[in-house]
């Protein structure tokens, strides 16, 4: 005689078997349905916000960026290019668990999915970050901080695209600016902001820009080719005025970094936490 429930007992492997079957396709869906939600945040108009160009990170999350990049065979650029779905408003909490695999495979789904978009910011990030080895002063003693689009009167009021190092003492003609890249000259000579500058476009298509110089290492021309290091001039405090004024602000080093979009040649990105990373790149 079969009892109440037998049945059920009997088939209860089955029925756990099909739970667990359907709990791994739930999950699989909605890994699937992540993923595809993720890369098509990857668009060309993703370097023209706000949280793009002010580049966020922590000097926690910077730490974490430099262990995976000398794990090996990933760029900076890269990384930050793949976790930007995951952080879109900036990598103040990058995760201890991302590791180099976890990145190719983010990768790979991505170009799967949205190649053109997920290519078109990943080069972005390449032209910010891949080219950069080192810090562009010579010395030690210099102070810089975050003051992206801080309030600047001359000319009009206008937020600050740059970050600007200042030295020790506030003297001219002292210290040494070297090329953080490898690139071209692209710009040279005086700009009435910016005094004698030079303009240099690396080889992933950033454009470094080095202003308020007291004095160029050299008669430098448009399409000279710069290599890492190599001297650019003496830092100075030109610019304000015509052609040959100093002295309107304290000796300093203004650097800018500039990206390409499909709609502006020159747009501003905060170059803070860039220079953060080519100073522990020396230190290292």
């Known amino acids: 005689m079969t009892r109440p429930g037998d049945s059920i007992r ?15 396709v739930s999950s699989w869906l909605s890994s699937r349905l992540y993923l595809y939600s993720a890369a098509e945040m990857y668009t060309e108009r993703v370097m023209e916000t706000d949280s793009f160009r002010r580049m966020s990170l922590t000097d926690e999350s910077l730490a974490m960026l430099l262990e995976i990049v000398n794990e090996g065979g990933m760029t900076p650029g890269t990384v930050l290019g793949v976790l930007y779905p995951f952080y879109p408003n900036g990598y103040s909490s990058l995760s201890n668990g991302i590791n ?4 190719g495979l983010l990768r790979k789904s991505f170009l799967g999915r949205n190649r053109d978009g997920y290519q078109a910011v990943s080069d972005a990030f390449a032209a910010i970050w891949d080219d950069v080895r080192c810090f562009p002063v010579s010395g030690e003693g210099f102070f810089y901080e975050n003051t992206w689009m801080y309030e600047r009167a001359y000319g009009g009021i206008r937020g600050h695209e740059g970050t600007d190092i200042l030295p020790p003492e506030n003297l001219s003609g002292i210290y040494p600016i070297v090329s953080m890249t490898d690139g071209v000259v692209e710009k040279i000579g005086w700009l009435e902001k910016g005094g004698y ?8 298509g950033g454009y470094f820009y ?22 650019l001039g003496m830092m100075g405090d030109t610019g304000y005025g015509v052609e040959g004024t100093r002295g309107q602000f304290d000796v300093h080093l203004h650097l800018g970094i500039y990206i390409q979009t499909e709609r502006v040649d020159e747009l501003s990105v905060n170059p803070y936490w860039v220079l953060c990373y080519s100073q ?4 290292e």
């Open 210 to 231: 080095y202003a308020h110089l007291d004095s160029y290492a050299r008669d430098f021309q448009v399409g000279d080719e710069i290599t890492v290091g190599e001297l």
């Open 197 to 204: 500058r030079i303009g240099i476009r690396s080889e992933h």
């Open 10 to 24: 009997k088939r209860m492997p089955e029925y756990l078997a099909f739970l667990i079957f359907l709990l791994v």
């Open 100 to 103: 180099l695999s976890g990145i």
């Open 280 to 283: 522990k790149l020396q230190s």
